[in-house]
């Protein structure tokens, strides 16, 4: 069973939309939640951490559902600059665990 | 703004030799780590190392596979026999104590290719 798996994708919309990614993670102990972002053949960077009750970033939103085991990353007024690969980045074991497991990542393609 | 910087940024080697991937993590973070990412594939945690010993590591991470920290400044990944299946993006990454485990830094990569 993959452990943190995500939308397909690619996400093709025009600037100004607002586009949502999906994730679910495996194990119910998870602890730590976060959204990277790559660019092509770049290093992942943070975009957000992930909190249980969910929060917001300027245009940026982040909800967990822990019943569901399900994290979802909305973005309005989308930008050409918000075109790269979207990563669901989750602390699979738990805590006193440092490694991450990510997912294989969403790509969104911002279109002028 | 502190970065983390990674040397070589390319190296192209032959099955069997060693390699050595260099690392000069955030001055003042404590925690240091290194992923792989495989080409068009996800990134892969493969050890994590604090206060000078390894905390966690992978099944990735086997005999073949090495870190070190000679300095004060620099962390190493060493590959004592490269295989073919070793080639892969090679990220250093690291955080403070006191950030959120998840929270990294990452540099921007050592790609290696293995012929």
């Known amino acids: 069973r993959k452990e943190v798996e995500q939308d397909p994708g690619p996400f093709n919309v025009p600037e100004g939309a607002t586009v949502a990614f999906n994730c679910t993670y495996s194990?119910?102990?998870?602890?730590?939640f976060f959204w990277y972002r790559q660019d092509c053949r770049k290093e992942p960077k943070l975009l957000m951490s992930?909190?249980?009750s969910g929060n917001e970033d300027g245009r940026f939103t982040a909800q967990l559902n822990r019943a569901s085991q399900y994290i979802s990353l909305l973005i309005r007024d989308s930008k050409l600059s918000d075109s790269a690969t979207y990563l669901c980045v989750v602390n699979i074991a738990g805590a006193g665990s440092y490694q991450l497991t990510f997912g294989k990542g969403t790509k969104l393609s911002v279109i002028p | 703004e502190p970065e983390v910087t990674q040397t070589p940024s390319h190296q192209v080697t032959q099955m069997g030799q060693e390699v050595i991937l260099r690392c000069v993590p955030i001055?003042?973070?404590?925690?240091f780590y290194w992923y792989r990412q495989i080409l068009g594939q996800k990134v892969e945690f493969l050890v994590s190392f604090y206060n000078n010993e390894i905390s966690e590591k992978s099944e990735i991470f086997d005999d073949q596979f090495s870190v070190e920290r000679p300095d004060g400044s620099n962390f190493t990944l060493k590959i004592r026999s490269t295989k073919l299946e070793d080639s892969a993006m090679y990220f250093c990454a690291s955080n403070l104590r006191d950030r959120a485990v998840g929270e990294l830094f990452f540099g921007e990569g050592s790609r290696l290719t293995v012929l």
């Open positions: 001055s003042n973070h404590l925690y």
């Open positions: 992930v909190y249980s």
């Open positions: 194990n119910s102990a998870s602890q730590s």
